[in-house]
């Protein structure tokens, strides 16, 4: 079994994840600003700050496996590539792969086409910085990081969050960079978190964007 690390464990997906790996018996650990108020058994929740580097980096080199599932929102509104930047820097430093939460804007329809991210005219406008800061991470940040570092950027379908939770299938479909279903796709958080601790523990994936969808 895996020492995980999740950083922003009590967020909608990175719960999901935690508690998806939990169940299988990896030794999770999940980081955030503030604890939860319900805690899962054999899960070792700490409150910190993704910004104090020397408390992260502590925690990235006791790890098998690091988790980003930061939101560019919020305190991390202004930082977040900044952070990330950071924990790929450290992750590479200990040997540890990097799996991280991605957007669904960062996707193709189909391939060769644009990125959704090329147009938000159809999304609200306050959250046009939030997505674009999210899907910098793999047009720019990720593929500049050293080779040496094994990431894996994982992207939910279109409908995913929050505000339209979905049921728990037990199954999922995983695709490229391209959207497995482009005309939108659902997937809830549980089937996600499913598909992604599926990517950790085969660990065929190397630097490359994947996609999960039902």
């Given at each position: 079994?895996?020492?995980?690390?999740?950083?922003?464990g009590t967020g909608y997906a990175g719960s999901a994840i935690v508690a998806e790996a939990a169940a299988r018996g990896h030794?999770?650990?999940?980081?955030?600003?503030?604890?939860?108020?319900?805690?899962?058994?054999?899960?070792?929740?700490?409150?910190?700050?993704?910004?104090?580097?020397?408390?992260?980096?502590?925690?990235?080199?006791?790890?098998?496996?690091?988790?980003?599932?930061?939101?560019?929102?919020?305190?991390?509104?202004?930082?977040?590539?900044?952070?990330?930047?950071?924990?790929?820097?450290?992750?590479?430093?200990?040997g540890v792969p990097l799996f991280l939460v991605g957007g669904a804007s960062s996707l193709r329809p189909a391939p060769g086409?644009?990125?959704?991210?090329?147009?938000?005219?159809?999304?609200?406008?306050?959250?046009?910085?939030?997505?674009?800061?999210?899907?910098?991470?793999?047009?720019?940040?990720?593929?500049?990081?050293?080779?040496?570092?094994?990431?894996?950027?994982?992207?939910?379908?279109?409908?995913?969050?929050?505000?339209?939770?979905?049921?728990?299938?037990?199954?999922?479909?995983?695709?490229?960079?391209?959207?497995?279903?482009?005309?939108?796709?659902?997937?809830?958080?549980?089937?996600?978190?499913?598909?992604?601790?599926?990517?950790?523990?085969?660990?065929?994936?190397?630097?490359?964007?994947?996609?999960?969808?039902?």
């Open positions: 079994m895996s020492r995980i690390l999740v950083l922003g030794q999770v650990t999940a980081l955030s600003r503030s604890l939860p108020e319900k805690r899962i058994s054999r899960v070792r929740y700490v409150e910190g700050d993704v910004t104090d580097e020397a408390m992260l980096s502590a925690s990235v080199r006791d790890s098998d496996v690091v988790v980003g599932a930061l939101a560019p929102r919020g305190q991390l509104a202004s930082v977040f590539r900044e952070v990330y930047r950071t924990v790929m820097r450290l992750a590479d430093a200990a086409a644009e990125r959704f991210v090329a147009d938000l005219s159809h999304l609200p406008a306050e959250l046009h910085d939030e997505i674009r800061a999210g899907a910098a991470l793999i047009l720019e940040d990720l593929p500049a990081a050293p080779a040496s570092l094994d990431w894996v950027f994982v992207s939910p379908a279109l409908r995913f969050g929050a505000r339209m939770p979905g049921e728990r299938l037990g199954r999922y479909r995983l695709g490229g960079d391209v959207a497995v279903d482009p005309e939108g796709g659902a997937i809830s958080a549980p089937d996600y978190a499913l598909g992604f601790v599926d990517l950790i523990e085969k660990g065929e994936r190397r630097r490359e964007q994947v996609n999960l969808g039902n």
